[in-house]
């Protein structure tokens, strides 16, 4: 987080499960139980309270404005809606960050999104490219399909206009970095939560060899670093392989069919992974199948995660 920058921060609990939003994004959650204290409820500051006064201490250092309290569990399209009403945003894009590849989908949330939307990307004022397809999934959410293969790395603005002329623009909302070779689909920071899918969509080209991995990750705050995960790959409707297990996995198939394909992920409880679709044609000099399996497995990547807490 950046000094001097607002924020939109809300952490909800729905009796098992703590969640940490900022702005819009999920950033850390946890399963875990509360204790219920007769002590007033204090925003901004830590300690311990005494029997006749309370000791404050650990101040927040920063400004707390606007600050609400439920009494329910809000949902994550709740939180959404929230930040959009609280932020200058008109709109707001997820993924943040997608890659160069053919068949790229993103979501666009916002208010009165209609038929017939289109959605450009720009950088600097200028056009890069159109989506080639825009569903209206509802009044609140389209889903945009680019073809990246071709445009140039970095941010871009993406710009929505309705049928009508009106234009909104948000700039830096979509950034395109490219994969490593071989690598056709890459997430390396998913969140699952007890018993809600997660479902990623990606094109397989012709290949010898597909892999798809989910190497699980302990995030701070989290002991789950094994976690019971069940992954489902599907094509035109028809699940074409699978794996569960509280470890490591890994799908494996021969000479898959080229074409797009669905893969949905489920967990019993709260964990953190990466998640990959490699291509490989041909395997390195002297290595076996069981070779390849092990060093994907071992390609973990260490990327920086911070945690923020805070004490109510």
């Not at 139980?33 to 311990?48: A, F, M």
């Not at 609140?140 to 990246?148: D, I, K």
Request: aromatic fraction near 8%; proline fraction near 4%.
């Amino acid at each position: 987080m950046e000094p001097g920058v607002w924020y939109f921060i809300a952490g909800t609990f729905d009796g098992n499960e703590k969640r940490l939003y900022i702005d819009d994004s999920l950033v850390g959650m946890s399963s875990t139980t509360v204790v219920h204290s007769p002590n007033d409820l204090t925003i901004g500051c830590g300690g311990q309270f005494g029997s006749h006064y309370p000791q404050f201490g650990d101040f927040f250092k920063g400004t707390i404005d606007d600050i609400t309290i439920y009494n329910q569990s809000l949902t994550s399209d709740e939180i959404r809606n929230l930040y959009l009403q609280t932020s200058n945003r008109s709109f707001i894009v997820s993924p943040r960050t997608v890659t160069n590849t053919f068949h790229v989908k993103i979501q666009i949330y916002g208010k009165n999104l209609t038929e017939g939307i289109q959605v450009n990307l720009e950088r600097d004022g200028s056009f890069i490219t159109a989506a080639e397809q825009v569903f209206r999934s509802s009044s609140t959410m389209l889903v945009a399909t680019f073809n990246l293969s071709s445009i140039p790395l970095g941010e871009c603005d993406v710009t929505i206009q309705w049928p009508d002329g009106t234009r909104h623009s948000s700039p830096g909302a979509l950034s395109i970095k490219s994969l490593p070779e071989g690598v056709i689909f890459e997430n390396t920071n998913i969140k699952m939560s007890a018993g809600t899918p997660q479902t990623f969509t990606f094109t397989v080209p012709e290949t010898q060899n597909l892999f798809v991995t989910l190497q699980k990750v302990q995030y701070p705050g989290d002991p789950h670093w094994s976690w019971d995960g069940r992954l489902a790959l599907v094509q035109d409707d028809t699940e074409v392989a699978n794996s569960h297990s509280n470890q490591d996995q890994i799908i494996h198939l021969v000479n898959p069919e080229p074409g797009e394909y669905n893969l949905t992920a489920t967990s019993d409880l709260t964990g953190s992974g990466i998640l990959k679709a490699v291509s490989y044609t041909h395997l390195r000099a002297h290595e076996t199948v069981l070779d390849l399996v092990c060093r994907l497995l071992l390609e973990k990547k260490k990327d920086t995660q911070i945690t923020i807490t805070a004490n109510l």
